[in-house]
Structure formats: structure tokens, C-alpha cells
């Protein structure tokens, strides 16, 4: 079964610094990962995906996440963190067992990003 | 485009009651999802629409819960009838199929408490 984790519930970050969210997967496959954001009261929102090329992956609001193979992860990242950043991130990974279209989330990371 | 939309935004009801929440998805996508969100279960898939057919609905809960897609712009999800521990976050998804980096993109989500 296709999965991940999220091994930290929370990240904590001043303003300015740089950030790091983790995430690691478990896949039978070739990977698909997914990261989205959720700021209070709202929907997941999309910030970026690795299908194939690249190891590093740009997306929206100036993040991107690395691919690594050997390390099986996808951490998401962000030169300078902003208050506003602050949210819940949740990593995913595309369920090929059980059809394609699946997604299987991680259980999220709060990021606070302090002033 | 408007992204998906679902209403209400909020449902406060009494235990016994039958509940419908709405849904309608980014036009010119043929998947639908429906995801359920919980402090304790996190962000769980209840079901899936491809071209207004279901084609997997091993998460739904119970009987309690059905869901409908009477046509391409329109899908309700239902509990009748309604209990507290059903009180959560409901979001709906929408995708459309072009291959493995297909993106799902949420709306805001309807806040149900059942009291």
C-alpha cells in the first residue's frame, strides 16, 4: 500500500529563516507526491507535485520540495518563511494500488512561523 | 473559474436529523471526491465520482451516509440520520483526467455539527 508520514505534528520557525516541512513515503511503485496547504477555515490548497524529472519541484507562494530517492523523501521548503505561512501542510502520495485517481494524505504539520 | 463550491458553509443540527450537504465541482472535471476531516481521523476519503458514477465508496462510514451525482455540476452527500461523532469538516474535490499528475482542488469545506 502507498503511504506517508509526516513525522512532525508541528514546526516552529522565526520569520525570515528558512523553513523545512518533512515528509517521507512508502511506495510499490514510481512515486507521485503532493503537497497542499490549509489555512484556517479554508480548503486544501495546492502548492506543488513531483511526477518525474527534476528532483526539485517549485510551486506556489515561493515553495518548493526535494525529491530523494534514496531517502524516500519529499520535504517541502522555503528560503524565507513568512508569518503569513503559517498553516497546516499536509504531504500525499497517489494510491496506484487502489486507483489512480486516490489520494492518501499524511496526517499534516502545523507550521508556525513566529514574528 | 469560481473553483469548487460547496454549501452550506456551516450546519449546526440535532441528532435525528438528515443532513445534505452540496457540492459543485470545477466545470470540465469528471472526477468528484468527497473527504471528511477530523481532529481525530484527519482527512479521510469517503467516496468517489468518476463521470457521475460512484466507483469507490469503501470509506463511507455507515448507511447512514450516502452520496449522490445527479449530473456533472451537481453532487450532494447525505446522513440521515444524523449523529454527534458525524460532526466534522466536509470537503469535496474535483480533478480532471489527464494522467499520473492529475491535481485534486478542494473547496472550503462545510462545517457540520450535530449536537
Known amino acids: 500500500a502507498q503511504s506517508v508520514a509526516q513525522p512532525e505534528d508541528q514546526v516552529n520557525v522565526a520569520e525570515g529563516n528558512p523553513l523545512t516541512v518533512k515528509c517521507t513515503y512508502s511506495?510499490?511503485?514510481?512515486?507521485?507526491l503532493f503537497w497542499y496547504v490549509q489555512y484556517p477555515n479554508r480548503g486544501l490548497q495546492f502548492l506543488l507535485k513531483?511526477?518525474?524529472?527534476?528532483?526539485l519541484v517549485k510551486g506556489s507562494y515561493g515553495f518548493e520540495a526535494e525529491f530523494n530517492k534514496s531517502q524516500t523523501s519529499f520535504h517541502l521548503k522555503k528560503p524565507s518563511a513568512l508569518v503569513s505561512d503559517s498553516a497546516l501542510y499536509f504531504c500525499a502520495v497517489r494510491d496506484i494500488d487502489t486507483g489512480f485517481q486516490k489520494l492518501v494524505f499524511g496526517t499534516g504539520t502545523r507550521l508556525l512561523v513566529s514574528p | 473559474d469560481a473553483g469548487v463550491i460547496q454549501s452550506p458553509r456551516h450546519e449546526v443540527t440535532e441528532m435525528g436529523q438528515e443532513v445534505t450537504l452540496r457540492c459543485k465541482p470545477i466545470s470540465g472535471h469528471d472526477y468528484l471526491f468527497w473527504y471528511r476531516q477530523t481532529m481525530m481521523r484527519g482527512l479521510e476519503l469517503l467516496i468517489y465520482?468518476?463521470?457521475?458514477?460512484?466507483?469507490?465508496d469503501s470509506g463511507m462510514p455507515e448507511d447512514r451516509f450516502s452520496a449522490k451525482m445527479p449530473n456533472a455540476s451537481f453532487s450532494t452527500l447525505k446522513i440521515q440520520p444524523s449523529e454527534p461523532r458525524d460532526s466534522a469538516v466536509y470537503f469535496c474535490?474535483?480533478?480532471?483526467?489527464?494522467?499520473?499528475?492529475?491535481?485534486?482542488?478542494f473547496g472550503p469545506g462545510t462545517r457540520l455539527t450535530v449536537l
Open positions: 465520482f468518476n463521470n457521475n458514477v460512484p466507483i469507490d
Open positions: 513531483y511526477i518525474t524529472g527534476d528532483n
Open positions: 511506495v510499490s511503485g514510481n512515486p507521485y
Open positions: 474535490a474535483s480533478s480532471l483526467k489527464r494522467g499520473f499528475g492529475d491535481t485534486q482542488y
